[in-house]
């Protein structure tokens, strides 16, 4: 006989089902309310969520199934051939208002003064399954609140014990920092050890919880949700490009929420995607276009300080001007910098100022497997890079992964701690990365791996071996099957790299190293930004500079001749493509402030005193239509002096990453953001005469630094292994270090 059913309608491994008399097919395994969800047969819940573990702890779901005698949970009862189902039963509301009844018991009545007033779900389900009085009169329960960091506040007295915050910490973040304690009445969800939350995605609890028990801390009352418009926009602060909402009053963004796209962020967000637009009204925001005369600075009307960078840009064209764009700056900006480049006849282009070995010509690339696939991969191998704070969401893929069986190896010059457990481990120096993945224990540990993929990060891109490690890492992906994914060095390095705002004279390292008499900043906060800041400041110093910047910092204040204000992504239109090659669009969010502009728009009107061809549009959707991929052969670099000394790693510090994030207050109190420091290895501290909890003095060509030290094993020795992005370290990259005590 078959074992497929008798209807011949019924697709495999499916059986037929009958909710709210509505018949219909379900896998078979799926819950009750997959199929009614599929089918939109609304049924309450609150524990319930598609992107985590069943929990069945509210039981709001409870549905009336016939020949079972008592309601079953949705959620945790599985289909079964010819089940009927009934959602509306008197039997199936009873249990849910019942539910309801016990859930409100001892939450306090404290919607007015609550942040999820007008959002929650508790609040939006007591309308149709709650009383209109409470038969409770006993005193209600209480639980102390306990401070969790400066993200997420804390109001525990409303919690209902559904457990999503739990399952989002342990199943997504892998780092398990929430869970239940006590028992029975006395059940209470916090953290084992009064810590504050630690994992770069922690803000993902928020979205979770269906009452008010975990809101948003720097939101707490600010507003209320039917006082905002939602804008759709993007993360710019990684390569990944994460969908989410901007929730805007009065031009103001005031909070952000994640837009659900399963192909890229999924349903979550990164802590620093989510709290970065704080930094956005930073007192040093730039608002006034400036020019400084006699070594002061005034302010200026847009046509003096256009008349002005005009004249700087007319004097200084061809080999004379060098042009340096922040890697995140949008498709839009980017190619009227590339026409532009060519309106001035210089080839001296470049957005790859945090890259010191471009020997091989490199440019970003899409990742050669969709980062929806990584999480299907049976094997992972991780290059130079700490995952966790350089893409959070893509090592959320990554753990998915190892839940489901793969294998994860590492090449790195520091055991960062991981969300996941290794399958193998290799800490080395910068410049034995490519020696080891050119060795023959990863390429067999690969052996017999159909979905292996191999994901290299900044700390291989950005240092002074990259060409070496890339080639290695092809070679590697090839002679194994697997999938190259190089991590893009910027949240539009690959479309600006299409867009061709590439060198064809210098590259940034080249037009820095030999100062030009003029330069173009678009976007850059110049004493933190670039990988070789002393040879910047001192060529930039040097020099005329034309400064397009979203802020007016003292670095930027100290070389520019013109500062012309423009808008950051929160505030402009535009697109950018992520570390997939998906072009992606935003929307204007957030007000300009005062007389800032669109960068598209300074640019056309500067375009305009130059007379430059190609700017005769008149709004974007013009802009657009002449948008061309380019295909420019960036320039070699110049290869990076081998020195003396021990080597450097350098990672992004996980809330350093732009000016932006940089001046998040939130995100500069989380304890995730550590204070500059030298991490070595105890062999070597001991060697240099170095102690722990000293200060050492370490030095390169570039310049010295005097930095705390701090001993840890994990560190490969010969290493120094710093975090960028601080004004400490800033001279620490670009070359090979000589320590010793300070």
């Known amino acids: 006989m078959s074992a497929q059913p008798s209807n011949p309608n019924v697709p495999p491994d499916h059986v037929t089902i009958e909710i709210d008399g509505v018949e219909m097919f379900a896998p078979k395994g799926?819950?009750?309310?997959?199929?009614?969800?599929?089918?939109?047969?609304?049924?309450?819940?609150?524990?319930?969520?598609?992107?985590?573990?069943?929990?069945?702890?509210?039981?709001?779901?409870?549905?009336?199934?016939?020949?079972?005698?008592?309601?079953?949970?949705?959620?945790?009862?599985?289909?079964?051939?010819?089940?009927?189902?009934?959602?509306?039963?008197?039997?199936?509301?009873?249990?849910?208002?019942?539910?309801?009844?016990?859930?409100?018991?001892?939450?306090?009545?404290?919607?007015?003064?609550?942040?999820?007033?007008?959002?929650?779900?508790?609040?939006?389900?007591?309308?149709?399954?709650?009383?209109?009085?409470?038969?409770?009169?006993?005193?209600?329960?209480?639980?102390?609140?306990?401070?969790?960091?400066?993200?997420?506040?804390?109001?525990?007295?409303?919690?209902?014990?559904?457990?999503?915050?739990?399952?989002?910490?342990?199943?997504i973040a892998g780092t398990y920092e929430l869970g239940g304690m006590y028992r029975g009445d006395r059940?209470?969800?916090?953290?084992?050890?009064?810590?504050?939350?630690?994992?770069?995605?922690?803000?993902?609890?928020?979205?979770?919880?269906?009452?008010?028990?975990?809101?948003?801390?720097?939101?707490?009352?600010?507003?209320?949700?039917?006082?905002?418009?939602?804008?759709?926009?993007?993360?710019?602060?990684?390569?990944?490009?994460?969908?989410?909402?901007?929730?805007?009053?009065?031009?103001?963004?005031?909070?952000?929420?994640?837009?659900?796209?399963?192909?890229?962020?999924?349903?979550?967000?990164?802590?620093?995607?989510?709290?970065?637009?704080?930094?956005?009204?930073?007192?040093?925001?730039?608002?006034?276009?400036?020019?400084?005369?006699?070594?002061?600075?005034?302010?200026?009307?847009?046509?003096?300080?256009?008349?002005?960078?005009?004249?700087?840009?007319?004097?200084?064209?061809?080999?004379?001007?060098?042009?340096?764009?922040?890697?995140?700056?949008?498709?839009?900006?980017?190619?009227?910098?590339?026409?532009?480049?060519?309106?001035l006849g210089t080839g001296n282009l470049d957005h790859r100022i945090g890259q010191l070995d471009l020997t091989d010509s490199a440019v970003a690339?899409?990742?050669?497997?969709?980062?929806?696939?990584?999480?299907?991969?049976?094997?992972?191998?991780?290059?130079?890079?700490?995952?966790?704070?350089?893409?959070?969401?893509?090592?959320?893929?990554?753990?998915?992964?190892?839940?489901?069986?793969?294998?994860?190896?590492?090449v790195n010059p520091v055991d960062f701690d991981q969300t996941f457990d290794l399958a193998g481990k290799h800490i080395v120096a910068p410049s034995r990365i490519a020696e080891t993945l050119g060795g023959s224990a990863l390429r067999e540990a690969l052996q017999g791996k159909s979905r292996a993929v191999v994901i290299v990060g900044a700390l291989a891109e950005n240092g002074p071996h990259a060409a070496a490690i890339r080639e290695a890492a092809r070679a590697f992906a090839t002679a194994t099957g697997a999938a190259l994914c190089r991590i893009p060095q910027g949240a539009n390095a690959v479309g600006l790299s299409r867009l061709g705002v590439l060198p064809t004279g210098r590259d940034a390292r080249g037009m820095l190293a030999e100062a030009r008499g003029a330069y173009v900043l678009y976007g850059i906060e110049p004493g933190l930004d670039f990988v070789d800041t002393a040879a910047a400041m001192q060529a930039l110093g040097g020099a005329q500079v034309v400064a397009f910047s979203h802020f007016a910092c003292e670095s930027t204040r100290a070389v520019a001749d013109v500062i012309l204000p423009i808008g950051l992504l929160p505030e402009i239109e535009g697109t950018l493509v992520n570390l997939d090659g998906r072009e992606q669009s935003t929307v204007a969010g957030g007000r300009l402030p005062r007389e800032a502009r669109e960068g598209w728009k300074v640019l056309r009107a500067l375009a305009g005193m130059l007379q430059a061809d190609g700017f005769g549009f008149t709004d974007l959707a013009g802009l657009r239509e002449g948008m061309a991929v380019r295909d420019v052969t960036p320039v070699a670099g110049t290869p990076v002096p081998a020195g003396e000394g021990m080597e450097v790693a350098a990672s992004e510090a996980i809330y350093r990453v732009d000016a932006v994030v940089r001046r998040s207050q939130a995100l500069q109190s989380h304890p995730l953001n550590q204070p500059p420091r030298a991490v070595v290895n105890p062999a070597d501290a001991e060697s240099a005469g170095l102690a722990p909890g000293g200060t050492g003095r370490f030095s390169t060509a570039s310049g010295t630094a005097t930095l705390p030290v701090e001993l840890n094993p994990r560190v490969a020795p010969g290493t120094v292994w710093i975090e960028t992005g601080h004004a400490a370290t800033a001279p620490l990259r670009a070359g090979r270090l000589q320590v010793g005590r300070a």
Not at 102 to 125: A, K, R, T
Not at 133 to 155: C, H, N, Q
Not at 196 to 214: F, H, K, Q, R, Y
Not at 259 to 280: A, P
């Open 30 to 171: 799926s819950m009750i309310i997959h199929a009614a969800d599929k089918a939109g047969i609304p049924i309450p819940r609150f524990c319930y969520h598609d992107k985590l573990s069943i929990a069945a702890n509210c039981r709001m779901c409870l549905v009336d199934v016939e020949k079972m005698g008592k309601p079953a949970p949705a959620c945790a009862t599985p289909v079964m051939d010819g089940m009927k189902v009934s959602t509306r039963s008197d039997k199936a509301l009873g249990a849910q208002r019942n539910v309801m009844e016990f859930l409100l018991i001892n939450h306090p009545l404290d919607c007015p003064v609550c942040d999820q007033g007008g959002e929650c779900e508790l609040q939006d389900l007591s309308m149709g399954y709650g009383r209109s009085v409470s038969r409770f009169v006993e005193r209600k329960r209480v639980v102390p609140d306990e401070d969790i960091g400066p993200l997420v506040a804390t109001e525990m007295t409303r919690c209902i014990h559904c457990t999503r915050c739990v399952r989002v910490t342990g199943e």
């Open 187 to 343: 059940l209470a969800i916090g953290t084992w050890d009064g810590k504050p939350l630690m994992t770069e995605l922690s803000g993902n609890v928020i979205d979770v919880c269906p009452v008010g028990a975990l809101t948003n801390k720097p939101f707490q009352f600010r507003a209320r949700a039917w006082e905002m418009l939602a804008r759709e926009s993007l993360g710019y602060h990684d390569a990944l490009g994460s969908n989410l909402f901007l929730h805007v009053r009065r031009g103001e963004v005031m909070r952000t929420v994640p837009r659900d796209n399963d192909d890229v962020n999924e349903c979550w967000l990164s802590d620093r995607d989510r709290f970065s637009h704080l930094g956005l009204y930073a007192e040093d925001r730039a608002v006034l276009p400036e020019i400084r005369e006699n070594g002061q600075w005034r302010e200026a009307s847009w046509e003096e300080a256009l008349g002005r960078a005009a004249d700087i840009l007319r004097a200084n064209g061809g080999d004379q001007l060098g042009m340096l764009v922040h890697p995140a700056t949008s498709n839009e900006e980017g190619e009227l910098l590339a026409r532009l480049a060519t309106a």
């Open 365 to 410: 690339e899409p990742f050669q497997m969709p980062v929806a696939d990584i999480e299907k991969a049976d094997a992972i191998v991780l290059v130079g890079t700490n995952l966790r704070h350089e893409l959070p969401l893509v090592n959320a893929r990554v753990r998915k992964a190892w839940c489901n069986g793969a294998k994860v190896h590492v």
